[in-house]
């Protein structure tokens, strides 16, 4: 059987994680997918040579919600194997979310400070302002890609939570700023 993720392997020392890609499974529900998480994960492995995994068919495991999982065993292989010193993951947060952007850190724990102020400061310069820190979204649950990385893998990870907006490429100046903002903050972490 397939593994229900796809991984692409790169040389910058940042994973980016799209769990989300494509609909899935928690709490007896069908969750929709998080539009185009995927398609960026691919385009910023492509952009910048960083790794990437994104889940690639429908499976009755939310990599982002459950205990472990093969989903994050192979983030976890990923991680140990090549290094990573980053994990940015992928989310999207409805058009109708009152920010741009929503860095969870599980409140300030999974990125160094300097790291994050980093990652604000290029999403500022690049036009995008509405940056929340762990508003909505602090992937603090423990079964989170952010939490399994900071506390098992013991590597600096943040949860990005994406509004709609900043995500469709209709919105094509929206997304431009989203790309180029998301290429930078790889090539900054991973030291590129």
Do not use: W
């Amino acid at each position: 059987m397939e593994p229900s993720y796809t991984i692409v392997k790169g040389a910058l020392p940042v994973l980016v994680s799209a769990p989300h890609a494509i609909n899935h499974y928690r709490e007896n529900a069908v969750k929709p997918a998080d539009m185009y998480t995927g398609s960026l994960a691919l385009l910023l492995q492509k952009l910048t040579g960083c790794h990437c995994i994104y889940s690639n068919s429908f499976s009755k495991e939310d990599p982002n919600y459950i205990l472990g999982g093969e989903y994050k065993a192979a983030l976890g292989t990923i991680v140990k194997e090549h290094q990573i010193k980053f994990v940015i993951d992928l989310h999207g947060a409805s058009k109708d979310r009152e920010f741009d952007m929503d860095l969870g850190t599980l409140h300030g724990t999974s990125i160094q400070a300097n790291n994050i102020n980093e990652v604000v400061r290029i999403f500022f310069n690049n036009g995008i302002t509405n940056v929340h820190q762990n508003h909505t979204f602090s992937a603090s649950h423990p079964g989170t890609i952010t939490s399994y990385s900071a506390k098992e893998l013991l590597v600096q990870s943040v949860q990005i939570e994406i509004n709609r907006n900043y995500r469709n490429p209709k919105s094509f100046d929206l997304f431009q700023k989203t790309i180029h903002s998301l290429e930078q903050i790889i090539n900054q972490l991973g030291g590129a």
